[in-house]
Antibody
């Protein structure tokens, strides 16, 4: 059974930093690109970032470019999101999601980790 | 960025009825569109990809159609467990974008 388990979400002040993790199991992690997708309190979904299977290619939404950094460790079956200079508008539930094929859709999702940016 | 507009915002129907959900793109996305179902307290689940291909394990009552800018998700005969928010998503251009969702309520 595919499992994606996110962790690291907390309450942080504006301007702060945070690192999210996603532990994957039940599939060959290194065979898949991986994404971070966030869901705002009003329920809207926003794609955040993508990393290729080997970690060499990364993509970011404009809203996080220059502040967030995605990475992965295939030896540990883990995905990461380093979040710097956090803003109140980054408050959301952050999902780790598996890429179905060739950077297209999200075929497996974790349960999410909540990041709240507030003073 | 490609904007996806979903309608209606809410659909309230009885079990056994047919549900028709719309997703319109601000420019052509060819057939590069997916649909997701999100139940309360759960993560989204992939239903349809490539506009009309059902994902693994998805019941046949769910079907997708359309190409270019206009897409439809049809639930042929609603079951009580179909109560959820449904989102469309395009992968034709970066950034990947989602529609705002349609809430399906079962009377």
């Amino acid at each position: 059974e595919v499992q994606l388990v996110e962790s690291g979400g907390v309450v942080v002040q504006p301007g702060g930093s945070l690192r999210l993790s996603c532990a994957a199991s039940g599939f060959t992690f290194e065979d898949y690109a991986m994404h971070w997708v966030r869901q705002f309190p009003g329920k809207g979904l926003e794609w955040v970032s993508l990393v290729s299977w080997d970690g060499y290619s990364t993509y970011y939404a404009d809203s996080v470019k220059g502040r967030f950094s995605i990475s992965r460790d295939n030896r540990k079956n883990s995905l990461y999101l380093q979040m710097n200079n956090l803003k109140t508008e980054d408050t959301a539930l952050y999902y780790c999601a598996r890429d179905r094929d060739n950077f297209d859709y999200f075929d497996q999702w974790g349960q999410g980790t909540l990041v709240t940016v507030s003073s | 960025e490609i904007v996806l507009t979903q309608s209606p915002a809410t659909l309230s129907l009885s079990p056994g009825e047919r549900a028709t959900l719309s997703c319109r793109a601000s420019e052509s996305v060819s057939s590069h569109l997916a649909w997701y179902q999100q139940k309360t307290g759960q993560a989204p689940r992939l239903l349809i990809h490539g506009a009309s291909d059902r994902a693994t394990g998805i019941p046949a009552r769910f079907s997708g159609s359309g190409s270019g800018t206009d897409f439809t998700l049809t639930i042929s005969s609603l079951e009580p467990e179909d109560s959820a928010i449904y989102y469309c998503q395009q992968r034709y251009n970066w950034p990947l974008t989602f529609g705002g969702g349609t809430k399906v309520e079962i009377k």
